[in-house]
Every structure is written in structure tokens, then in C-alpha cells.
């Protein structure tokens, strides 16, 4: 679950399997300004491609505001600003909007959990024809390795390339 309690600043280093882009290394850094948290992640492909991600992280009475800047591959970037609602019995709710490259934006919301070791991510996306798009996240670290399983359906209800994610850290300072 996300907690900004005992922070400390780190760069992580590792190597990732699995996904549309196939393997490749990523450098993760997380810093500190005052009360928002930033996490830079950057990942080399090895078919020569980049991703990128910074999420910015406040928590304000456990009400965490969160901002998600996602480069693709491709080079498309979308844009995610959150609301994450304080804990109830291990979940918490998730409300706000996500920006296409294309400009168009969608509503979303869903819920987090946190159950041993596992966190669920399921959320909902409304376009502004009032179609949805499902996406789920099922994250579980096990010492230095991370998988991560999604599966989603897109607005015109077919269901997306399911795809799993091992990131494997192999440093962090």
C-alpha cells in the first residue's frame, strides 16, 4: 500500500522480463521535496526503445493525491491525476482522470487492496461517449523480484493482450 511515512530517498537498478516490449534494464529513483514524493522510473528496452514514468506522491491526512506521467515505447505520454481515499479494512478508493496522448480524457475510478503482499489495482475507465475500459493490476514483490499481471478490456468491450511483468532489482543505493 502507499505510505509516505519513513521515507527515505533511493535508486534502484534492475532488469525486467515479459511485456509488449519484451526484456530490458530500468533505473527507478524516488526523492523528496517537502511533503510530495517523486518517483522517476526509466526503462532501456533491448530493442532499443524507452519508456518513462514519474509519479508525484502528497498525503494529506491519508488522502493521497497522486500525479502519473507515462511515456511509452511509442512516445506517446498519458497523463493520470488521483485521488486515493484513506484505508478502509485494507482498500482504498481511487477517483480521477486519465489524458490520452490524444488529448481526450477519461473518468476513472476503482480500488486498491493490499492483501499479503499482494496489491490489486482495479479500476474503471469512462470515456465521454460513455463507454468503459477495465484495468486490473495484481502486483506481488517477493524479495528483490516484482511481478505484475495485468489483464483489461478496452471501450469496445474486447479484452486486452494480458501480459506479466518480473522486474528484478538488482541494486538500489
Known amino acids: ?12 537498478t534492475g532488469s525486467i522480463s515479459g511485456g509488449i516490449n519484451g526484456p530490458g534494464t530500468f533505473t527507478r529513483t524516488a526523492s523528496m521535496a517537502g511533503n510530495v514524493e517523486t518517483v522517476t522510473t526509466q526503462v532501456d528496452y ?6 518513462s514514468r514519474t ?19 511509442d512516445g506517446k505520454t498519458t497523463t493520470t491525476a488521483e485521488t486515493i481515499g484513506p484505508a478502509a479494512k485494507g482498500t482504498r ?15 476513472l475510478s476503482g480500488n486498491i487492496t493490499n492483501t499479503g503482499g499482494t496489491i490489486d489495482t482495479m479500476t474503471t475507465l469512462t ?14 514483490t ?16 474486447g479484452s486486452l493482450a494480458s501480459e506479466t511483468i518480473v522486474a528484478l532489482i538488482t541494486s538500489q543505493t
Open 1 to 12: 500500500m502507499i505510505s509516505m511515512t519513513n521515507f527515505q530517498p533511493y535508486v534502484k
Open 46 to 51: 533491448a530493442n532499443g526503445k524507452t519508456g
Open 55 to 73: 509519479v508525484t506522491m502528497s498525503d494529506s491526512n491519508g488522502t493521497i493525491t497522486k500525479n502519473i506521467s507515462v511515456t511509452g515505447a
Open 93 to 107: 478508493a481511487i477517483t480521477g482522470t486519465v489524458t490520452g496522448a490524444n488529448g481526450k480524457t477519461d473518468a
Open 127 to 140: 470515456n465521454q461517449q460513455g463507454l468503459s475500459a477495465t484495468r486490473n493490476y495484481d502486483a506481488t
Open 142 to 157: 517477493s524479495g528483490s523480484t516484482t511481478t505484475t499481471n495485468f489483464t483489461g478490456t478496452n471501450f469496445s468491450q
